[in-house]
């Protein structure tokens, strides 16, 4: 697709030395027959096009994100409306992007071999009715120069001086003669590939819902937790006037927290999230950064005076690939609907492409968070085009033996730590929830051989006894440091990895993939054999390191016996009693906590523990003011580094299975198939759900009035399944013409 790169210069901006994000202008002319005309694109890192003096740009950070000696991605349109007979202009701003990470040096990112001034590619077809093509390409003579944007950094922030504004620059009649012709670069040795992930682009607009005067500034307060971009609408400024914007999420002690979002002794992370912006000295400016993004609920505002501090001042522009919602959760319990109206906020918060870990802090593609939460992901949103993507990015990121990465994008970091079975599971999740809560085979196929590949290295890491013992473990334990786990990496590690060969199998079954299904087969075998016996007490019916995050993920994993699981489940109780009805898992245990106990007859506790006010909880969260959920369980006072992280959210997923019954997909052979199965937990006296399923709009709504509790339910006449009630009756949708009375259940069914 593209052989000719471009650049402004050899010089790269980096921290102590700012190179401007550079302009670009290819100058062209078609013929007054012309039929069509296409444009592809790309960025290495961020593009914003514009043709004839209109942004075209899919959206912010364009065209992906992503390691250019993998993959270099690009994106194409019809630019027919915009071209005109005569002379056209296709005009680039280039930001660095993930070319030229300078704030990603905790990850080694500023080390990457490709790093280097940005590069533009494009290639505009041109189709005329007589037939004849003609394609445009970039050239040493393509124009260039500097923008206002004199730093950008995905981390750090973008600096604008509007005094440097160059007025119609990207208009077809702008005099380029005086700009400097561009080098020629050394194209990029990734595959070259169309990008198919969703855009990241405006979902909401926010206004501040308070102003309050701190040292010498004013810290606009938004209300609520998400990811994007201020917009700044500043009046009657003087030229020079610098504006400072700082992002961040919290205050203590009645001052900006920023100590969640830097890094300890790294002064470099100071400035991460900070916009500055020169004014050109105009009665109205406005401006809106291009190339960055942040995450955060307030901004301190330094550099205006009492008069421009109005709420107009600034716009909080909510951004994610996460444009629609897929389902809607409320039931009589505040508590639950803040759990979720947070886990939502966390999802489009974190959904840039790829789930990325938290917005404001990292930004990272960090395999575990989206494997935690890829099931409620799909319930909620629709991230299934950015899954494909990005997983196509985790396969090349693989190495020969079958390592993973902890983050993807990656220039190398992550191999030797942040990685391990509870991390990697991600390339069997994705696909995984996916087919069955989207019936899409495609991404099995695409999963089929990198799954075998992994399989095949989990197999070359088993120890003497069988058993795994090789990344990270129960992350994010209540009441300790995030990488401090009571649960022995060895438990964490072989049960998960049991859990990534059962999955494969099922990926395997569905192929037809037999000899690969074998594979996997065997190391289920070897790892329960061996969980079994080196994991388990079986006088004491307790797991090694007795801890409700190994007996949890024994019990729901099926590696007691049935003689067994009911002292087991009772073990498991008695921790949790000991506890005073909390749970003290990390997220790997947590992952399956919730689900166990209900499957157990025991949702009604669950649910109390989800919402009690009290350390540690989800509802502790909420009594404290969360709006997004947290990375970590911290008593008052103590620091947590996110406070918008979504890998505790697969809580939103027991929501919809369990409070409203929504089992789509229960034997994993249809995707058509819903079983409606709720758990009327006595707290409870309504729960309302809708799911959008490609089939259409699937509502549950039951309430209770005195004894009675009445079921409505409207699906489409496409889905077959049951209802399950709870005292073990099973009723297909078939045999329900339009009501069912049964004990103390009135169900309504409507198609």
Aim: hydrophobic fraction near 35%; aromatic fraction near 14%; charged fraction near 25%.
């Amino acid at each position: 697709m593209f052989k000719t790169f471009i650049k402004a210069s050899n010089d790269f901006c980096t921290l102590e030395k700012f190179v401007p994000a550079p302009y670009f202008r290819e100058n062209f002319s078609v013929d007054d027959d012309f039929k069509s005309a296409t444009l592809y694109i790309t960025g290495l890192g961020f593009y914003e096009a514009h043709i004839n003096g209109v942004n075209i740009t899919k959206g912010i950070l364009a065209p992906y994100i992503s390691n250019p000696e993998n993959i270099v991605y690009y994106d194409s349109y019809d630019i027919s409306g915009q071209i005109i007979p005569g002379r056209n202009v296709l005009a680039v701003i280039l930001g660095n992007g993930f070319q030229n990470s300078s704030g990603g040096y905790i990850w080694d990112f500023d080390k990457a071999k490709w790093r280097g001034a940005p590069l533009l590619s494009f290639k505009i077809i041109v189709e005329y009715r007589d037939e004849r093509v003609e394609v445009i390409e970039p050239s040493a003579a393509t124009k260039t120069a500097p923008s206002p944007i004199i730093f950008d950094d995905i981390r750090h922030g973008e600096y604008y001086d509007a005094r440097l504004e160059t007025d119609n620059w990207d208009s077809v009649d702008f005099d380029d003669s005086n700009w400097d012709n561009s080098l020629i670069a050394d194209a990029p040795c990734g595959e070259q590939r169309l990008c198919t992930a969703d855009p990241i682009v405006e979902i909401k607009r926010i206004s501040p819902t308070d102003i309050t005067e701190f040292e010498g500034g004013y810290i606009y307060d938004f209300g609520v937790n998400f990811a994007g971009l201020t917009e700044l609408n500043i009046k009657d400024c003087e030229s020079g006037q610098k504006i400072v914007l700082k992002h961040f999420e919290t205050i203590v002690d009645g001052k900006p927290y920023y100590d969640n979002i830097r890094f300890p002794n790294d002064d470099r992370t100071k400035a991460y999230q900070e916009n500055i912006y020169y004014c050109k000295g105009e009665a109205n400016e406005k401006h809106l950064p291009r190339f960055t993004y942040d995450g955060f609920r307030y901004v301190y505002v330094k550099g205006i005076n009492e008069k421009q501090a109005t709420k107009s001042l600034l716009t909080y522009i909510v951004y994610s690939c996460a444009k629609e919602i897929n389902s809607t959760f409320f039931c009589n319990d505040e508590t639950v609907n803040k759990i979720q109206q947070a886990t939502v906020r966390s999802d489009i918060s974190n959904l840039y492409y790829f789930p990325t870990d938290c917005p404001q802090r990292e930004k990272n593609g960090w395999t575990a968070d989206a494997a935690l939460s890829a099931e409620q992901m799909l319930i909620n949103i629709k991230p299934e085009n950015c899954y494909k993507e990005w997983l196509r990015n985790i396969y090349k990121a693989m190495k020969e033996d079958g390592r993973l990465p902890g983050i993807v994008p990656t220039s190398g970091w992550g191999y030797e730590w942040g990685n391990g079975p509870a991390w990697d599971i991600v390339m069997i999740n994705l696909p995984y929830y996916t087919y069955l809560y989207r019936g899409d085979k495609e991404i099995l196929f695409e999963s089929a051989e990198p799954i075998n590949k992994y399989i095949h290295y989990l197999d070359s890491r088993l120890n003497g006894r069988n058993l795994l013992e090789i990344g990270l473990g129960d992350w994010c334990e209540p009441d300790k440091p995030e990488w401090e786990y009571t649960t022995p990496l060895v438990v964490t590690d072989t049960i998960v990895s049991i859990d990534i060969a059962r999955k494969a199998e099922f990926i395997f079954a569905r192929l037809g993939l037999e000899e690969y299904g074998k594979f996997a087969k065997q190391l289920e075998e070897k790892l329960v054999i061996a969980a079994k016996e080196h994991l388990i007490d079986h006088d004491n019916l307790t797991v090694a390191g007795n801890t409700q995050t190994g007996l949890a993920l024994a019990l729901y994993h099926g590696l007691f016996d049935e003689n067994e699981y009911g002292k087991a489940f009772e073990n498991l109780l008695d921790l949790i009693k000991e506890e005073d009805n909390h749970c003290y898992c990390g997220v790997v245990g947590g992952y399956v906590f919730y689900d166990l106990l209900a499957e157990n007859g025991y949702a009604d506790l669950a649910l109390e523990i989800i919402t009690k006010p009290d350390f540690p909880s989800y509802g502790n969260w909420i009594a404290r003011g969360a709006t997004t959920l947290w990375e970590a369980y911290r008593r008052e006072g103590d620091t947590v580094n996110s406070l918008n992280h979504h890998f505790w959210g697969n809580i939103s997923a027991w929501f919809y299975t369990y409070l409203a019954g929504i089992r789509i997909n229960p034997t994993g052979r249809n995707v058509n198939e819903v079983n409606i199965k709720p758990c009327f937990v006595s707290e409870l006296n309504t729960v309302t759900a809708k799911h959008h399923h490609r089939q259409g709009e699937i509502s549950v709504e039951w309430k209770r009035t005195n004894d009675i509790i009445t079921l409505n339910l409207k699906m489409p006449k496409s889905i077959t399944g049951k209802i399950i009630l709870p005292n073990g009756n099973e009723y297909d949708y078939s045999e329900i013409e339009k009501s069912l009375i049964v004990d103390n259940f009135v169900v309504n069914i409507e198609n």
